[in-house]
């Protein structure tokens, strides 16, 4: 495997540093809001929601601002920046209504960033590495994913439940992640005068080409077929896990995504993408069918871990063929309208999950799951193959 450049290590540190300390606060917001500030779920949920679509509109003005600036670094150190100064405010919080503006500052940075960090990406790494340089981020991002709610509960052991002092020490791993990033992440030089000006208009859309748009639609595909997490936690607290150990199901999940995701990435790069993003979907659609059909908490352990393979095989490689399709000039927009669009889509799939196993239970929410999914793989395999679209004048 040939080696990668440093700035795209570097930005998987950044990554796993910040995603520790999000998920060292996140993993322990639910029951303090609830529990030590008195909020009622629905306040919760106020709070999650506002903050994710917070994120994704963010991501695409962010892009296109990137895109106008042609420059990725500075938007991203002002996106993970951002996300560092909002955790004193967590540990600082007295009332509901701190924890919800601190929640929608840390999207928006999230949001910020995401755009053009991806973009950045691409930029650093050869066209022939990409696969393996999306893979190696999405891995360090998930090590962290599992890092810090690990981290958050033997500190709430070691320091006998003090939720704050550990929302203190979230702090520290995001002002790694910032550090790391101002001082081992160099830009490529811009290689020519920006002269494209991305607007919310047809021409502009237009010109991220058809290749792209095919790339939107199998994510969407994708995102229909698979809703939030929060699900398989459900499923497995219906086969007899306790709730104490619930957040193991995330853990499960999240170690294969993380191990699994950067040797995927750079086997990618040698056989080709479209091969592994068909296996995700039938991945996908044997996860949903465990999940719906496989008795106990082991028949659940398969689907949760299949569903972290799934992750593994699509996630990294969709990031590649957006920045494989997308005109360079147009990364960082293309980019924001993918995010969008997913995060439009997976929002419906979540309400429409909420529905089917309101009404009909877990059974019915992942067979439909793996029908969607089942779809998703008949259109991939109809589609061409996306053609990166002319550079813009």
């Given at each position: ?197 991305p607007r919310l208009d047809r021409a502009s859309l237009a010109a991220l080409g058809r290749g792209f748009w095919l790339v939107v639609g199998i994510g969407a595909a994708l995102t229909l077929a698979r809703f939030s997490e929060a699900f398989l936690i459900l499923r497995a607290s219906e086969a007899g896990l306790v709730m104490a150990l619930a957040p193991l199901v995330l853990v499960l999940m999240n170690v294969v995504y993380a191990f699994a995701a950067w040797p995927l990435g750079a086997l990618s790069d040698h056989i080709g993408r479209r091969g592994l993003l068909t296996l995700g979907f039938v991945v996908l659609v044997l996860a949903d069918l465990a999940l719906a059909f496989a008795p106990g908490l082991w028949g659940v352990a398969v689907g949760v871990a299949l569903w972290g ?85």
């Amino acid at each position: 495997m040939a080696k990668l450049p440093r700035g795209i290590v570097a930005l998987g540190f950044v990554s796993l540093f910040m995603d520790v300390s999000s998920e060292m606060i996140h993993g322990l917001l639910p029951l303090f809001v609830v529990g030590t500030l008195g909020a009622s779920a629905a306040m919760l949920g106020l709070i999650e929601g506002l903050g994710e679509a917070t994120a994704s509109a963010v991501k695409l003005f962010s892009g296109m601002l990137s895109d106008r600036m042609g420059r990725r670094k500075p938007l991203a150190v002002a996106g993970y920046a951002l996300s560092a100064l909002t955790k004193p405010f967590f540990a600082m919080a007295g009332v509901p209504g701190v924890v919800l503006g601190a929640r929608v500052a840390d999207r928006v940075g999230k949001g910020i960033r995401g755009a053009p960090r991806d973009a950045l990406v691409a930029d650093l790494a050869p066209e022939a590495q990409r696969g393996a340089a999306y893979g190696l981020r999405q891995s360090m991002d998930t090590v962290g994913a599992f890092i810090g709610p690990l981290a958050a509960i033997a500190l709430m052991a070691a320091f006998a439940g003090n939720v704050r002092l550990v929302f203190w020490l979230a702090i520290i791993p995001a002002l790694a992640a910032v550090a790391i990033l101002m001082i081992y992440v160099r830009e490529p030089e811009a290689r020519a005068e920006v002269t494209v000006r991305p607007r919310l208009d047809r021409a502009s859309l237009a010109a991220l080409g058809r290749g792209f748009w095919l790339v939107v639609g199998i994510g969407a595909a994708l995102t229909l077929a698979r809703f939030s997490e929060a699900f398989l936690i459900l499923r497995a607290s219906e086969a007899g896990l306790v709730m104490a150990l619930a957040p193991l199901v995330l853990v499960l999940m999240n170690v294969v995504y993380a191990f699994a995701a950067w040797p995927l990435g750079a086997l990618s790069d040698h056989i080709g993408r479209r091969g592994l993003l068909t296996l995700g979907f039938v991945v996908l659609v044997l996860a949903d069918l465990a999940l719906a059909f496989a008795p106990g908490l082991w028949g659940v352990a398969v689907g949760v871990a299949l569903w972290g393979l799934h992750m593994a095989l699509t996630q990294g490689l969709l990031a590649a063929e957006v920045a494989s399709a997308a005109p360079s000039r147009l990364r960082a927009t293309a980019f924001g309208v993918f995010n969008l669009v997913t995060g439009v889509v997976l929002l419906a799939a979540n309400g429409l999950a909420g529905v089917l196993w309101a009404e009909f239970g877990a059974v019915a929410t992942f067979t439909t799951g793996a029908a969607c999914a089942a779809l998703g793989l008949v259109g991939l395999m109809l589609m061409g193959r996306p053609q990166k679209a002319p550079e813009p004048k």
